[in-house]
Nanobody, 115 residues
Framework: QVQLVESGGGLVQAGGSLRLSCKAS????????MGWYRQVPGKQRELVAT???????NYADSVKGRFTISRDNAKTAVYLEMNSLRPEDTATYYC?????????WGKGTLVTVSS
């Protein structure tokens, strides 16, 4: 089993910044990618940013230029630096790890951006 623990969410004013962290543990042996997704009530979960094992990154158009995904040297932790936050970024952010065709999810961390 793989466990993912997120941290770093909270309340911030529009224009502010937050940094989310996600630490993976457990049966980690062949990670294909890690990333962040977000979801608001009543809507589907959407991709925010991903980073593959060979380091290419992918971002949703809505966050390009404002968010940056990175990971640690051990490749078991992933971070999301969020700048110039907007009220529409308000959501629960979920960490994702893809390994051997299985997607693992954290419990989520709430980000609230006030206007």
């Amino acid at each position: 089993q793989v466990q993912l623990v997120e941290s770093g969410g909270g309340l911030v004013q529009a224009g502010g910044s937050l940094r989310l962290s996600c630490k993976a543990s457990g049966s980690i042996f062949s990670i294909r990618a890690m990333g962040w997704y977000r979801q608001v009530p009543g809507k589907q979960r959407e991709l925010v940013a991903t980073i593959t094992s060979s380091s290419p990154t992918n971002y949703a158009d809505s966050v390009k230029g404002r968010f940056t995904i990175s990971r640690d040297n051990a490749k078991t932790a992933v971070y999301l630096e969020m700048n110039s936050l907007r009220p529409e970024d308000t959501a629960t952010y979920y960490c994702n790890l893809a390994q051997m065709g299985i997607n693992y999810w954290g419990k989520g961390t709430l980000v609230t951006v006030s206007s």
